[in-house]
């Protein structure tokens, strides 16, 4: 199993910029969900899904948007990049989101964004 | 409003020595609690979780206490080693949300 994939690892934009990044799982699992690391802030939300189909915001949705049409992907869509979405982004997986399974997350190895 | 708080930036430990990150909540309704780990240009890593129907659990070097009446949970690794350098992220949950709120993590160096 190749586990949580995302693609790029690293990107530079100008403002206003759009772009996606992508993340895949192999483990079949229903939970998956974007995470944002910002100095100082920890690990935010930004969006999660709890099976193909169905999403819902984060703690921090803005600017952001997602979809969910397989189990495998969920795309994290930047519509119109700001110098405040600068941030390293992680995807996480789990194997679903009845009693405690969602918890367990597995982690992608992150993308670098840089905003200009 | 910050629900789960790890108010030590940082934590320098002696190898060989006890390691004890502390973590606090505010939202009651939390009643699952996890650690994750991280390394540098990694993703972080589940280490150990805890229900809130206990206030003990054990995984070799690492145990996670809670104490629900002070909204607190701390992570003890004994003996702590080098390669335990890293970021630790405190996370909570609760059964009724599918959301997960972190931390901003406590970074641990190990000294030799």
């Known amino acids: 199993n190749a586990g949580v994939t995302q693609t790029p690892k690293f990107q530079v934009l100008k403002t206003g910029q759009s772009m996606t990044l992508q993340c895949a799982q192999d483990m079949n699992h229903e939970y998956m969900s974007w995470y944002r690391q910002d100095p100082g802030m920890g690990l935010r939300l930004i969006h999660y899904?709890?099976?193909?189909?169905?999403?819902d915001q984060g703690e921090v949705p803005n600017g952001y948007n997602v979809s969910r049409s397989t189990t495998e992907d969920f795309p994290l869509r930047l519509l119109s990049a700001a110098p405040s979405q600068t941030s390293v982004y992680f995807c996480?997986?789990?194997?679903?989101?009845?009693?405690?399974?969602?918890?367990?997350?597995?982690f992608g190895p992150g993308t670098r964004l840089t905003v200009l | 409003d910050q629900q789960v708080k790890q108010n030590s930036p940082s934590l320098s430990v002696q190898e060989g020595r006890i390691s004890i990150l502390n973590c606090d909540y505010t939202n009651s309704m939390f009643d699952y609690f996890l650690w994750y780990k991280k390394y540098p240009a990694e993703g972080p890593t589940f280490l150990i979780s805890?229900?809130?129907?206990?206030d003990k659990n054990e995984d070799g070097r690492f145990t996670v206490f809670l104490n629900k009446s002070a909204k607190h949970l701390s992570l003890h690794i004994v003996p702590s080693q080098p390669g335990d350098s890293a970021v630790y992220f405190c996370a909570a949950s609760a059964i009724r949300d599918d959301k997960i709120i972190f931390g901003k993590g406590t970074r641990l160096h190990i000294l030799p």
């Open positions: 805890i229900s809130s129907i206990k």
């Open positions: 996480a997986s789990s194997y679903g989101f009845y009693g405690r399974a969602k918890d367990e997350q597995f």
């Open positions: 899904s709890v099976g193909a189909g169905i999403t």
